[in-house]
């Protein structure tokens, strides 16, 4: 499993609509592919979904951490877990989105060579139940996206919001009356409020529907001590999303908060994902597996990891927004995805991300 060639090229996926949330209208992702290769001819890939809020990574800074890095990792095997993390720490240590497509392209070889799935590399895989993402869009649209959802039986959903409280409240009110009481629903500001007074205005209007926590009220940069205030002075549990990358931000908001948001694409792969779960049970807390609306190498990745590292919900069928035959992923089924039994990380046909770096 000797890593003998390191490969990255862009990947550009094209939203089949735009997605929109608190400052940002999504149309194009602009990430990067990786391709590993062991000496003995097996390959492995990755993808790289470049995270650009808050701490500006973009398609290039990520292809060019990975090109940094490749010589290094010649000769690495895929299963040294701790050599990858160290070379990561040594030569790229906040190019998280690069982190990741190594990580889990390493991940992939490892499942292939020993014929697993990789969820069975950290224990058995069990169902993940799947979230459904509302944008800030117009509400007949807004319904329509939750009527397919209620089809699919998902019982989490999430309404983005932070720009125009009447009308959220409104859609609101209308989600929750179509999903009834027994659903789960829970708002995310995307950092739209930028003090805990305004804040706590804005939460306790939305918080007569009964929501289960709300994700990142106050920018990424609020300190633990502007989340405490906020948290004593809410009924709502909060999550943290983009305040927090790996397992060390942990230490420094566990005490202020309730929940956390993982991300592979923040953690720096499968890797720092487990790292940061295991941070977050130390403290009894909760939390959910994010997505940065990844395609399959991504979608197939948190899924592994979501099977085995129990989340309370799972943004894992974001890969349907994207107009793409590189983005795809595992049916839900009564609200639920399943990790597949092929190996690796599961794609079946390898030729269609290989294709990409002969061109």
């Known amino acids: 499993m000797k890593i003998n060639d390191v490969s990255v090229i862009p990947l550009n996926f094209k939203l089949k609509s735009p997605f929109e949330f608190s400052g940002v209208k999504l149309e194009i992702l602009e990430y990067a592919l990786v391709r590993i290769r062991t000496e003995d001819g097996i390959f ?28 290094e990792l010649i000769g ?19 190019a998280y989105a690069a982190q990741c497509g190594i990580d889990v392209a390493c991940y992939d070889i490892e499942g292939k060579v020993k014929d697993v799935p990789v969820a069975k590399l950290f224990g058995i895989p069990v169902k993940v139940p799947v979230e459904v993402a509302i944008p800030m869009t117009d509400e007949k649209t807004a319904l329509g996206i939750v009527e397919t959802a209620l089809d699919n039986n998902i019982q989490t959903y999430k309404l983005k919001v932070g720009k125009d409280i009447k009308k959220e409240l409104k859609v609101l009110r209308k989600i929750r009356n179509k999903i009834g009481s027994n659903k789960k629903i829970f708002i995310d500001a995307n950092q739209a409020w930028k003090s805990a007074d305004q ?7 939305f918080a007569q529907y009964d929501l289960c926590w709300v994700e990142q009220p106050l920018p990424a940069k609020a300190t633990p001590e502007e989340y405490n205030e906020l948290q ?6 909060i999550m943290l999303d983009e ?59 948190g899924l592994h990891f ?36 092929l190996p690796g990380l599961g794609y ?12």
């Open 232 to 237: 004593q002075k809410i009924s709502v549990p």
């Open 44 to 71: 492995g890939y990755g993808e790289c979904p470049a995270y650009w809020e808050p701490r500006n990574e973009t398609q290039k800074s990520t292809i060019d951490a990975v090109n940094n890095l490749a010589k």
């Open 76 to 94: 690495v095997t895929c299963d040294d877990i701790d050599g990858r993390k160290k070379l990561f720490n040594q030569y790229i240590p906040s």
């Open 348 to 359: 079946q046909d390898e030729s269609i991300f290989n294709k990409k770096f002969s061109r």
């Open 199 to 205: 804040a706590i205005e804005k939460i306790n209007q």
């Open 306 to 341: 979501a099977s085995v590292y129990s989340m309370q919900t799972t943004a894992l069928n974001s890969y349907d927004l994207i107009n793409d035959k590189l983005s795809f992923g595992p049916k839900i089924i009564d609200g639920y995805m399943n990790v597949s039994n």
């Open 243 to 301: 305040s927090v990358y790996t397992n060390k931000d942990v230490l420094v908001y566990n005490d202020s908060v309730k929940m956390f948001n993982i991300k592979l694409a923040k953690t720096g792969g499968i890797s720092g994902a487990i790292d940061f779960y295991n941070e977050v049970k130390k403290f009894n807390k909760k939390c959910m597996l994010g997505s940065m609306i990844e395609g399959s190498l991504g979608t197939l990745a």
